[in-house]
C-alpha cells in the first residue's frame, strides 16, 4: 500500500489505514480486536498466542504479547514493512496484577530515539509524552480523549488534537532541506586524504600552510611525516590542528565569494566570552577562552560575509542558546550544553533549522581549587564541527569532524561526556559554492 509523506494537513483523518506518518494506521485492527486483546481480563490475554490479523482494509498486522515482572505487553506492527523498520509500531502495557493499563508506546517513526508515548489522564483527558533521545521534548501534554478511546484512536487524530501543543515536526523531518549539508558533508570527507593533524598547524587567508601562534610557514618535511599511513603524499596540503581544521571548513564557504580565507588574528580577537574577575586575568597567558572565541569569530565571519560588513559574534545571531527539553540540564550561560545532551540537541536543531551546521566550543574545568599556582579554570580547549541532517528516509545523519578526521558521533559523545560545548550555528553554502 502507498504511503504518503509530508502531504496531508495535520487536522486529515487517515483514511484506509492511510496518514501523514511514516507508517499505515492499525486503529482500524484495533477497533477490531479491542474485545479480546485489550479489554479481556490480564491472564486471558497473558496467555494468548501472537498472530498475524488484517485489518477492514487489507493490510496485516502482527500482534504478540511479553511479559515483565510488573506489566503484560501487546504489540502490534505492520507486517509489509521494510525488514527491520519499527516506525508503527504500537504497544499496550497494562499492570500484570491489577490489569489496568499503564501506557501505550508508538514509535512514530524508524528510530528507536523518537517516542511517543500515551498515558491515562483525569477524567476524559489523557496524557502525551515525546521523547528524543532520551529527552523529553513534551511531557505530560493534556489532550481531550480518555485513555479507552486512545486505545483505538489513530496516531494522526492525536496529532490533530495537540498540533499547538506538541512539535509534531520532530517527526516529520522534510529530507529536501538538507541537501546542501548532505553534499557538504561528502565534499569534506573526499578532501579529508589533503590534510594532516599537525599542532597549531592552519591554512591563512591566502591558503597557505602556517601555524597558528607565529604564522609562520610549516616545514613540508614535518608535514609530510605525518602522513606516513600510506596515502598519496602528493596530494597532501599542509596540516591543522583541531582550530585550524574548522577555519579550513570556513573558508571553504568564506574564498569562493570573498576570494580569500578568513585572517588568523582576527579569529584570535576577543568575543563577549565569561570575563569575571578571576579568570580575565588568565585569558592571555593560559588561552583559556582560545577554542570559545575562534569558533564564535568565524561563525560570525560567514554572517559578515553574507551582510557584505563586518557582524561581530553578539551581533551576528550565531550562538545557540535554545532549550527545548524539559528535565535536561539545558543551556548555560557563556558554556553550552553538556556533551552528553549533544544528541538530542542536534536533532532538535537538524529539524527546526534546517540547512546549518554547527561549530563547536569544548570546555572542561582544569587545576585545583585553592592552588594560586595551577588555579581551577574552564578551559576552552577544543574545537569541532557538527553537520546534522535527515536522509531520505527520515533518519538522522550526524557528521562530526575534528582534527582532520571524521569521528562517529556516539564516539565523540562517550569520549566528552564530562565535558560541555558551546555551539555556534553556521549556515551553509549552496552546492558549487563550497571548496575547502
Known sequence: MALFFLVL???ALNVGGISRFQFTESDSLRAQIED???????????????????????DGFEISVSKTDT??????IQTDRDEGSIAGRWTLNRDKITGEPVSIVVNPMDNPEIVLTLRPGAGSKSLLDLSVYG???????PFGKSFQSVLTSSVESIAALTARTVPWNLVHPDPLLYGNIAQGVETIRSRLPTLVYLEDGAFDDTGKPVFIE????QDPKA????????????????GVNCSGFVKWIVDGIIRPTAGSGTFINSLKRWSSAPETGFTERYRESRDVFFALDWTRNLASAVVSLDAGHTVFPDAAGIDVKVEPFSGALGFETD??????????????????????????ALSRERGERGNAANPFLRYYHHAAAFFPWFDEKGQLRVAVFESAAETPVETFVERNRDAWVF???VDMSAPGRFAP
Not at 529527552?135 to 501534554?141: F, I, N, Q, S
Not at 607565529?214 to 610557514?217: H, I, M, T, V
Not at 609530510?224 to 596515502?231: K, Q, S, T
Open 223 to 238: 608535514v609530510l611525516a605525518e602522513a606516513a599511513d600510506g596515502r598519496d603524499i602528493s596530494i597532501i596540503r599542509g
Open 335 to 360: 558554556v553550552g550544553y553538556q556533551v552528553k545532551e549533544l544528541l538530542p540537541m542536534l536533532y532538535w536543531l537538524a529539524a527546526n533549522e534546517g540547512g546549518h551546521w554547527y561549530l563547536g
Open 71 to 76: 506489566v503484560v505487553s501487546v504489540t502490534l
Open 214 to 217: 607565529s604564522e609562520s610557514p
Open 423 to 425: 555551539l555556534t550555528r
Open 135 to 141: 529527552l523529553y521534548a513534551r511531557k505530560g501534554v
Open 36 to 58: 479480546r486483546w485489550f479489554s479481556a481480563p490480564i491472564d486471558t490475554v497473558a496467555a494468548l498466542k501472537g498472530e498475524i490479523v488484517e485489518d477492514p482494509y487489507g
Open 9 to 11: 494537513p495535520l487536522s
